[in-house]
């Protein structure tokens, strides 16, 4: 990890090039947008199918001994395993494609998760295997979150530098709507097996079938990106504004208090973003009356809700910047988080408010919190310094909020789901306010 090597010439075919590739056009920030929100939407489909699948399905199928608590507990830890791998994967990755191109690496990262998503799909339960059920579950939870890491392919921060003036917002949210998108599909998918299939069929082999359909969108999807990102007018494009991976030893060196600082700025979204998702399904099947099915048909209405906030976010960053529409979007979550508690556990209407409101301000501030520092990257350090502050924000953010969130109100009430929220609100606080301290130190 010495340099940078080149390695275009590795990353496309030896065969003459298709005449589009061989051109000098120019390429759009609306195209850019098109191979971003195809890549987001397939990750956040197979995201959010493992992480429904471990509130409704893993505890029973794969901790059977286990209280339904402690067996949902369990299967959120598992869940968790993806993002403390995440950084890892990248790190990896950004190894592979200066040896041998971006192609490879996005056809490895994606073959990998793939694979994993499709082993979980077969993977037997606890009374066929035993405890190598599990360890071979959180293996292939490990490895799809080595796969997300590895298949960072620099096209947000492409979007991001090729954005025209004044509309920076509206094209950061692009890649956003990937979320929402992801989440009602899953959740329309689980719902209708729900309603359609006996409880111990849907235990049994039902709750498989959205992993078939995550691992068939996730080949679709990367043929669709490689088609993209391996044109000569993005290879070049790509080179041109030096979004190429650097080692990590001199990013860290150079520019890790800008990682830092941007994992923390969008700690309050990330926090959030599993505890209007995950946490509340896991909720209501413990210790609710709202019947399963009409819970997500909710939470699907909350994901529109969701995408349609990150689309006004666009909107709202361009009129007042992004920086102080996330701090914005930070306060109004501290004050959500006061009446959190309350109302999750105030019955039906409290639970269906909280998933709508919080999906609202969900779509709100997660809509520009990725990138919304990133800024601070020099262009060199750009890509690689970008893929690793999403990481960790995801990381820090967001891994561990349902465990978390579930033991603590589960053992010493919900008023701890409001603390952890308004712990993530106060930390995006503090590092915008640490960011704009910088920069004026810089100025």
Known sequence: MTGIHTTHSHALPSAAPHPAESGSHDVAPGDIAVGVVIGRASEYFDFFVYGIASALVFPTVFFPGESALNGTLYAFTIFALAFVARPFGTVLSMMVQRRWGRSTKLTLAMFLLGTCTAGIAFLPGYEALGPTAIFLLALFRIGQGMALGGSWDGLPSLLAMNAPAGRRGWYAMLGQLGAPLGFVLASALFAYLYVSLPLDEFLAWGWRYPFFVAFAINVVALFARLRLVVTREYEHLLEKSELEPVPIGELVANQGGNIIIGAFAALASYALFHLVTVFPLSWILLYAQQPIPSFLGVQIVGGVLCAGAIVASGWLADRYGRRNTLGAL????????????????????????????????????????????????????????????????????????????????????????????????????????????????RD
């Open 330 to 441: 930070a306060l109004m979550i501290a004050v959500f988080s006061g009446f959190a508690p309350t109302l999750i556990g105030s019955g039906t209407v409290g639970q269906n408010i909280f998933i709508l409101v919080g999906f609202v301000l969900l779509g709100l501030s997660y809509g520009q919190a990725s990138g919304t520092v990133t800024s601070n990257f020099s262009s060199r350090y750009r890509y690689t310094g970008a893929a690793l502050t999403n990481d960790f924000a995801w990381l820090i953010g967001a891994a561990f909020a349902p465990v978390v969130a579930l033991g603590l109100s589960a053992h010493f009430g919900l008023a701890y789901l409001g603390v952890y929220l308004l712990s993530g609100a106060v930390c995006t606080l503090g590092a915008l306010l640490l960011n704009r301290k910088l920069e004026t130190e």
